[in-house]
């Protein structure tokens, strides 16, 4: 059984940052993509950023220039450090790996950006 767990998430003020890490474990041979996710009250869950499997990353506009994405191949791992945080960046993040033709999910930790 695939298990992700996620951590890092909590409250911060605007202007500052977290990292938030994923580590993926159980019975998986590759991972192609590893990615974050993210679902505000009342909203749709969206793409933040993912990374391939080859290095290459997507970034949701509003994040550009600000989170960076990276993994941990040896360690199964996605980390996503997050700077200049604002309050719209509040949401529950979700960590998510497609492998072998399926999709994984965590179970989500809240992030919080409030003065």
């Known amino acids: 059984q695939v298990q992700l767990v996620e951590s890092g998430g909590g409250l911060v003020q605007p202007g500052g940052s977290l990292r938030l890490s994923c580590a993926v474990s159980?019975?998986?041979?590759?991972?192609?993509?590893m990615g974050w996710y993210r679902q505000a009250p009342g909203k749709q869950r969206e793409l933040v950023a993912r990374i391939f499997s080859y290095g290459v990353t997507n970034y949701a506009d509003s994040v550009k220039g600000r989170f960076t994405i990276s993994r941990d191949n040896a360690k199964d791992t996605v980390y996503l450090q997050m700077n200049n945080l604002k309050p719209e960046d509040t949401a529950v993040y979700y960590c998510?790996?497609?492998?072998?033709?399926?999709?994984?999910w965590g179970q989500g930790t809240q992030v919080t950006v409030s003065s």
């Open positions: 159980g019975n998986i041979f590759s991972i192609y993509v």
């Open positions: 998510n790996i497609m492998s072998g033709g399926n999709n994984y």
